[in-house]
């Protein structure tokens, strides 16, 4: 479980800071440890094919297997996560303002958007505590995202006509 939540909290917290997109729970696999990893980055920085995604993929069916305390400490475990990671926020950013010349389509687009999105995840001119706030409202928001959930639901069914 453990694992599981660790794996989950860091997930949540990068896969927020960069935008990834196109995430369903078949885009989400977990090895016979509890980690949890991605597959298919089709779709990053910002990029995402559904209409509306929340800030983080998160089902409510993926916080009922941590239970009560397993949810408080995965909250706590994102915030630790997302503080760490504001304390190289410009280090990360700077990072892909140096790809802007390169070959990822969403650099080429508007790269001064995609990277003004991004640093403004990290909330730059916020303490803390007020940052991790913003955080964790964001991520009550995607956990109770109604119209995600529908979304998942049409995508298993399609996927399952389909015979994939």
């Known amino acids: 479980?453990?694992?599981?939540?660790?794996?989950?909290?860091?997930?949540?917290?990068?896969?927020y800071l960069l935008g990834i997109g196109d995430r369903h729970l078949d885009n989400i696999l977990i090895d016979r440890k509890g980690k949890l990893f991605h597959i298919d980055f089709g779709y990053i920085l910002g990029k995402d094919p559904?209409?509306?995604?929340?800030?983080?993929?998160?089902?409510?069916?993926?916080?009922?297997?941590m239970g009560v305390n397993g949810f408080?400490?995965?909250?706590?475990?994102?915030?630790?996560?997302?503080?760490?990671?504001?304390?190289?926020?410009?280090?990360?950013?700077?990072?892909?303002f140096l790809m802007i010349h390169s070959e990822i389509e969403?650099?080429?687009?508007?790269?001064?958007?995609?990277?003004?999105?991004?640093?403004?995840?990290?909330?730059?001119?916020?303490?803390?505590?007020?940052a991790s706030k913003?955080?964790?409202e964001a991520l009550e928001d995607s956990i109770n995202a109604n119209f995600a959930a529908l979304m998942d639901y049409a995508h298993y069914w399609s996927t399952y006509l389909k015979g994939d």
């Open 134 to 136: 913003i955080l964790l």
């Open 72 to 96: 408080e400490d995965f909250k706590s475990k994102c915030v630790n996560v997302y503080t760490a990671l504001r304390k190289n926020a410009r280090l990360i950013v700077n990072m892909f």
């Open 1 to 15: 479980m453990e694992s599981y939540i660790n794996s989950c909290a860091g997930y949540c917290v990068v896969t």
């Open 50 to 65: 559904k209409r509306f995604p929340p800030p983080f993929k998160i089902s409510k069916h993926m916080i009922e297997c």
């Open 106 to 130: 969403e650099l080429k687009v508007d790269y001064e958007k995609v990277i003004n999105t991004m640093h403004e995840k990290f909330c730059p001119n916020k303490k803390d505590d007020e």
